[in-house]
Structures are given as C-alpha cells and as structure tokens.
C-alpha cells in the first residue's frame, strides 16, 4: 500500500493512522507494524488527509480526492460514522480544533474552506468567504517595519 498522509493518536503514542492511494485508513500500533489494527474503508479514491481527534481516542477525520469528508470510529462496529460531501473538487486539506471538541475544518482544490461542528447537531458545513490572492505581494524585508 501506499501511504498519502499519516496522523499520530493523540491518546495513545503507539497508535498511528495512515491514509492511502488504496482508498483506505489504517491504524498501526508502532510495537507491532507487522499487521494492522484496523483497516477502514469507505472512501471512492484515495485519502488524501487523515486526523486523529484530539478528543475521542478512537475517532478520525479524512479528507478524500473523492471529495469528501469522513468521520470515524476505529472501534466501532460500523467504523463509518458520518460522511460530508460539500466539496466540488478534490478534499486535500483536514483539521480538527484542539480547543473545541468536534470543530472539523477542510479545505479543497474548489479552493474552498469549510468549517462545521461534527457532534453539537450544527447544520452541514458552510463555506467561510473566499480570500482572494493578492494581485501584488507585498515586499517583506527585515527590518522595514513590515508585519509579514
């Protein structure tokens, strides 16, 4: 297999969740790479993000070039707890807030960030406004007073 991204277990520091080309998530136990502990599926390509939440040792987050968002119990009987398909392009980017329990964020190639709530019941996520690139950067120089 081959691994896109990998995240560590926040609660267990011999826990590790990889994501890969083979549209798969799998957590690892680093005293015993030779098998997995568990192989999750659920994705149509390949993952390209993985996050371990801060808050819940066995929940994790994916973003996928499917162009969704899972989120997962590793544990669970039916791993697949909810899955979010508001991007229109490839879902690359992934993070889970350390300060607010089930505060998700992602961001994708429709050049789009999301950010939502996966446990209070908040509605589906909703678009954050588009920050458009500068047309001209500004120059920065140490020592010129410019804030970067």
């Known amino acids: 297999f081959e691994a896109l991204c990998c995240d560590w277990n926040k609660w267990n520091d011999c826990v590790i969740a990889t994501g890969s080309v083979d549209k798969t998530v799998r957590l690892w136990d680093i005293r015993n790479p030779s098998r997995e502990l568990?192989?999750?599926v659920g994705h149509d390509y390949a993952v390209r993000r993985v996050k371990c939440s801060p808050h819940a040792e066995s929940v994790?987050?994916?973003?996928?070039y499917d162009m969704t968002v899972g989120m997962w119990d590793w544990k669970a009987p039916t791993p697949l707890l909810n899955r979010w398909a508001h991007h229109?392009?490839?879902?690359?980017?992934?993070?889970?807030?350390?300060?607010?329990e089930g505060l998700v964020a992602s961001c994708g190639w429709d050049?789009?960030?999301?950010?939502?709530?996966?446990?209070?019941?908040?509605?589906?996520?909703?678009?954050?406004?588009?920050?458009?690139?500068?047309?001209?950067?500004m120059p920065f120089a140490p020592g010129s007073g410019v804030q970067a």
Do not use: H, K, Q
């Open 38 to 40: 568990a192989t999750l």
């Open 60 to 64: 994790i987050y994916t973003s996928s």
């Open 88 to 100: 229109t392009e490839f879902a690359v980017g992934l993070d889970a807030s350390c300060l607010v």
């Open 111 to 137: 050049e789009m960030l999301y950010a939502w709530n996966t446990v209070d019941g908040s509605p589906p996520p909703v678009p954050l406004p588009r920050i458009a690139p500068t047309a001209s950067p």
